[in-house]
């Protein structure tokens, strides 16, 4: 069985979730500032971009994840802080850092598009990175299975059963989708604004289907909400990847 904490330092705690997650966001400040570079975008703007995304992010990721299990958190409403234990929701990351981005874009008149393509590679790695915290913490994982890679966990109500490991297969996931954004870039990208696309819709679909093996999604009138949530991000992308393909055709 995992242990959740990495390291003490005079007595505090240092968990595996914090310390994935923090190198996640150091790696993807290292590859936007290098893509960034040819893009004409310059370090600073980069680190200020992040400085501000970051944060909003994890307030997005946690805020999602409350209001979605309300009924749990108004019983226990300091537990709302505890963000160390888990509980965040890359949905509501990913609005939150691109509210974040946007606003941070239009103060220093940046390309918007352009930027979210610069950053796009780093999504799908940080996020493949991100998801061993929830290994460590015993969590975002499947139903039961007696397939050879089932991980064992221990359920409150049967002890410890083998299931799913659905954090090892989005990680996996999105590994595919990060190499799939990199080929797209190198011969086939038409318009500022596709690599961000196509990674909402392969990560979208590779998450829909890994939702639907997990036994702790976020539900709303008995749907899964990330499953409503990824179909929806398909659908959107999709019809902007199009209009952008075709309102360049027309510069």
């Not at 959740?4 to 968990?15: H, K, T, V, W």
């Not at 954004?181 to 696309?197: A, Q």
């Amino acid at each position: 069985m995992p242990d959740p904490i990495a390291f003490r330092i005079f007595g505090l705690e240092i968990r595996w979730y914090g310390v994935l997650i923090s190198a996640a966001i150091l790696i993807g400040i290292a590859i936007a500032t290098y893509r960034g570079k040819k893009k004409g975008i310059i370090a600073d703007d980069i680190l200020d971009i992040v400085l501000v995304s970051v944060p909003a992010a994890m307030i997005g990721a946690r805020l999602y994840y409350v209001v979605f299990e309300w009924q749990y958190y108004i019983k226990y409403p300091r537990e709302i802080f505890m963000i160390w234990e888990g509980g965040l929701a890359i949905h509501g990351g990913l609005i939150g850092a691109f509210i974040a981005g946007y606003v941070v874009c239009r103060l220093k008149k940046l390309h918007f598009w352009t930027v979210l393509d610069v950053f796009a590679p780093a999504f799908p790695l940080g996020q493949a990175i991100g998801r061993w915290g929830n290994f460590f913490n015993q969590e975002a994982h499947g139903r039961e299975t007696d397939l050879p890679w089932a991980i064992t966990v221990n359920d409150p109500a049967k002890g410890l059963i083998q299931v799913h490991p659905t954090f090892l297969y989005e990680s996996i996931w999105n590994l595919l989708v990060l190499f799939l954004l990199l080929y797209f870039e190198r011969g086939k990208k038409k318009v500022e604004g596709e690599l961000i696309l196509l990674y909402g819709i392969f990560y979208s679909t590779g998450r829909f289907f890994i939702e639907g093996l997990r036994t702790d999604s976020l539900m709303f009138m008995n749907m899964r909400v990330a499953q409503l949530i990824s179909f929806g991000i398909i659908v959107v992308c999709t019809l902007l990847l199009k209009k952008r393909r075709r309102d360049q055709k027309l510069l």
